[in-house]
């Protein structure tokens, strides 16, 4: 421009625009200084990253088909030529003001409906730049908890559910044990891969040594020989029973059963021996009895007295998740524990995925004299009401799809209230937060304590005619929710929450019905 270079500078940013008048105030630009005015005016942050990533021929086919005149867009506060010709992105708000414009001289009605609904779109959307893409050339086989259909347990003494890594790592990490043994039976090559790439990474919380010094991994993947997959896992119960007998508690996880199982149909049909039912061996129950028989407390022999145990961790995976199927029940025939992997929580993300109704424990009886003792004369009887609650809740579900919870009594939708805490507050855990992986039994006791004390003191402010409204508001239940994240160490935190529900609920009981 007469004979001179002009460059034009983009700024994006509330950070970049106070580097630029920064650099350039000094200078006496008039621009510069209505820049700073602007940016200091701002309460919130200016930022561009809202912008929409149309491309800028859409934007001026748009603006070209619309009619609409440009004196009109820069009276609205589009200055639209910095959008057609590539440089610029419209930030949100700008588009949405844009949109209404051009739909407003739009001939096309088919098109303007789809450009509104872009734009109502950017108030559920977050549009970013796109960096870098990498493809990875495929196919894989890819494993996720929340496949829909997918049903699997462990049993055994003291046995819980078992399939997915993280529940691996935390039944290795946390299990009251000082040898772990893994028989991976018949599974994937990549996920036995896995188990041996993340196993040493993990770190024994105890010792603080990494938890592979007291591992012994099995690995029988599907494509190995018939014989060694059935052989791998009485290796593995073998193992367990050698360190055992030296005075060792060992937990024995065995993944999967199913597969063992199948092993043995096949060995049985090659030796033509008499089919039962879905074509396994007869012997299958006495087979799978004698597996998990073999877990247990003994008295060691010897000079020296001394106990080892074996907790057998056994993972069934039964085809189309049908827990009928001949390896599901007699498995439950033997094993007095069981653990259900519900589809339906893991795909709404809650860990650990287990069905509280559907799972149960036939040795709670033996312990209730342990936990008196141990935690507290009362824990038996808030481990009763808060599986009674969550039996009411279930059977409420069925009304509440219906004809949603506000038609529900205000004691029914508490009820619903303080099974929500059990299930979020008490019994969803991350494995991944430091504290949260891992609760001792008096830590449980307290927080499920605060939680039906809370509905305790719900239900009766409600008999004397405060609102649910009221007691949902109620500051204290963030810290009800939080205490999952207290330390060990700090337990006389709870007692503090217990305190401060009291004083809540009196304010609340002072306060004038509404």
């Known amino acids: 421009m007469n004979g001179k270079e002009h460059y034009r500078i983009f700024a994006r940013g509330r950070e970049n625009l106070q580097r630029l008048y920064e650099a350039l105030e000094g200078e006496g630009y008039e621009k510069i200084a209505r820049i700073r005015k602007y940016v200091e005016s701002k309460d919130a942050s200016y930022s561009a990253t809202d912008t929409v990533s149309l491309d800028a021929g859409v934007v001026n086919a748009l603006y070209k088909n619309s009619g609409v005149k440009y004196n009109e867009l820069k009276k609205a506060g589009i200055e639209i030529h910095n959008y057609i010709s590539g440089k610029e992105r419209m930030g949100a708000k700008i588009f949405r003001r844009f949109a209404e414009l051009v739909c407003v001289k739009c001939g096309n009605q088919v098109q303007a409906q789809e450009i509104l609904k872009l734009a109502n779109a950017l108030e559920y959307i977050y549009c970013d730049e796109i960096i870098a893409i990498n493809e990875i050339n495929g196919p894989f086989e890819v494993f996720d908890v929340s496949v829909p259909g997918i049903e699997n347990f462990v049993g055994g003494d003291g046995g819980l559910l078992l399939h997915n890594t993280v529940t691996q790592h935390q039944f290795a990490k946390w299990s009251d044990t000082q040898i772990v043994v893994y028989v991976g039976c018949g599974e994937r090559g990549n996920e036995m891969t896995e188990v041996l790439t993340e196993f040493p990474k993990l770190e024994d919380p105890k010792t603080k040594k990494p938890l592979m ?61 008499m089919p039962g039912e879905e074509g396994y061996p007869a012997y299958l129950a006495r ?155 008096k830590k449980q006791y307290l927080m499920l304590r605060n939680i039906l004390k809370f509905h305790h003191k719900a239900m009766d402010a409600i008999e004397l005619g405060a609102g649910i409204k009221a007691v949902q508001k109620m500051k204290v239940r963030e810290k009800i929710g939080r205490a999952k994240e207290i330390v060990e160490a700090k337990l006389n935190e709870f007692e503090d929450i217990s305190k401060e529900i009291d004083a809540e609920f009196e304010r609340l009981s002072k306060e004038p019905s509404s």
């Open 213 to 273: 010094e007291r591992t012994v991994l099995i690995a029988n993947t599907s494509n190995m020989p018939v014989a060694a997959r059935e052989a791998s896992v009485y290796t593995g119960i073998t193992i367990a029973e050698y360190y055992r007998d030296m005075g060792y508690d060992v937990a024995l996880m065995a993944d999967s059963t199913s597969r063992w199982a199948e092993a043995m149909r096949e060995i049985g049909g090659r030796l033509e021996e």
């Open 287 to 441: 087979r799978l009895a004698e597996f998990y028989e073999r877990a247990g407390r003994v008295q060691c022999l010897g000079s020296e007295k001394r106990h080892g145990s074996i907790t057998v961790i056994g993972a069934v995976s039964p085809p189309g998740g049908d827990i009928n199927e001949p390896v599901s029940q007699n498995t439950l025939r033997v094993t007095k524990v069981f653990l259900a992997l519900d589809a339906s929580l893991a795909q709404r993300r809650h860990f650990p995925a287990f069905h509280w109704l559907r799972s149960y424990s036939l040795y709670t009886e033996n312990l209730d004299g342990w936990y008196a003792e141990h935690i507290s004369s009362d824990w038996v009887e808030l481990r009763r009401e808060s599986m009674a609650l969550l039996q009411k809740e279930a059977e409420l579900q069925e009304i509440v799809q219906l004809v949603g919870p506000d038609a529900l009594p205000e004691k029914e939708q508490a009820v619903l209230d303080a099974t929500k805490m059990i299930r979020e507050d008490f019994l969803q855990q991350s494995a991944y937060h430091e504290i949260d992986t891992y609760s001792g039994m």
